[in-house]
């Protein structure tokens, strides 16, 4: 099964939906993104681009709300309201300025102090 994600007029996807993979093939049973896009605007109208589930393309896998990026070929989750974020050229996500400790501890991050503190839980006796 292929996805693709419907696009507004500024790149915003509006919905991803699941397409068979014979709808997305051509005569040899090779999967085309421009076959899978024009069977959905058939179907549908607007415009349409692969997405990959498995994110083997296109850095993100699609969500509502999400943005198509031509020029990195890429779907860009919205930037977070509140805080510090800092685009990952890379992944193309939205990333805190610190990375979070990976020692197994739970976190949550500070803003004011743009630190992330370690979640202490009580023991119980």
Request: with cysteine; proline share 6%; glycine share 6%.
């Amino acid at each position: 099964m292929a996805h693709f994600a419907e696009l507004s007029a500024n790149n915003v996807v509006l919905r991803v939906i699941v397409v068979n993979n014979k709808d997305t093939s051509d005569a040899n049973g090779v999967e085309k993104e421009y076959i899978g896009a024009a069977f959905c605007e058939r179907l549908f109208g607007g415009t349409w681009k692969q997405t990959s589930y498995n994110v083997n393309f296109r850095k993100n896998y699609a969500g509502i709300g999400f943005t198509y990026d031509a020029t990195r070929d890429a779907f860009i989750p919205p930037k977070p309201q509140e805080g510090t974020w800092i685009f990952n050229e890379e992944t193309c996500r939205w990333e805190r300025p610190i990375p979070q400790p990976k020692d197994g501890k739970t976190y949550n991050w500070d803003e004011a102090t743009q630190s992330w503190i370690e979640v202490v839980t009580p023991s119980v006796a």
